[in-house]
């Protein structure tokens, strides 16, 4: 089945680290991702990793995929307060034009 | 960049009546899926088109319909409104060119309030 899980709520102090974790069932997933959502906006795609791969880094961002636990991670350094905003992971089952299926989101806040 | 343009950015209906969403891809895109976001939910799909066919399918009610015409643009018709239709309708755009790796670019979405 289909199914992808988080946790609701993240609180971090500016300057520290953020860890966010996801779980997802579909074992057949090629692609996995990472979107953003500010209050109001738009969903923005912040990176993806292929299934394939254990590690993808870039600038502040550090995903991390445990392909047989089926967790994958998004690790922020540095976090900012434009960091604050709710963090969607999301897999697509294959690699043809499909569907995204997304996470119930983490809310990220920064505290000063 | 250009980037996938909805319209309209608000609407605001009343139960019963009938709304049409429209959606822009990126240039060259060939590929237009559309969400809906209820409030405090995540994303959910409701159907695609590719080349103008419809390709995927989730969960998209019976009163709603969309189809993609020759210049790549979509437009979700819902019909019927009740309460819960209330959401942030967002419209994804994609190339299949780019490979396989299905990057979709959202647009910025259009809140529809049904009164």
Redesign the interface.
Known sequence: GEDVEQSLFLSVREGDSSVINCTYTDSSS??LYW?KQEPG?????LT?I?SNMDMKQDQRLTVLLNKKDKHLSLRIADTQTGDSAIY?CAE?PN???????????TRLSIRP | AAGVIQSPRHLIKEKRETATLKCYPIPRHDTVYWYQQGPGQDPQFLISFYEKMQSDKGSIPDRFSAQQFSDYHSELNMSSLELGDSALYFCASSSQGQGSRNEQFFGPGTRLTVL
């Open positions: 090629t692609y979107y906006a738009g969903l923005q795609l993806y292929f969607f697509t690699s043809s034009a499909s569907k995204i299926i997304f996470g119930s989101g």
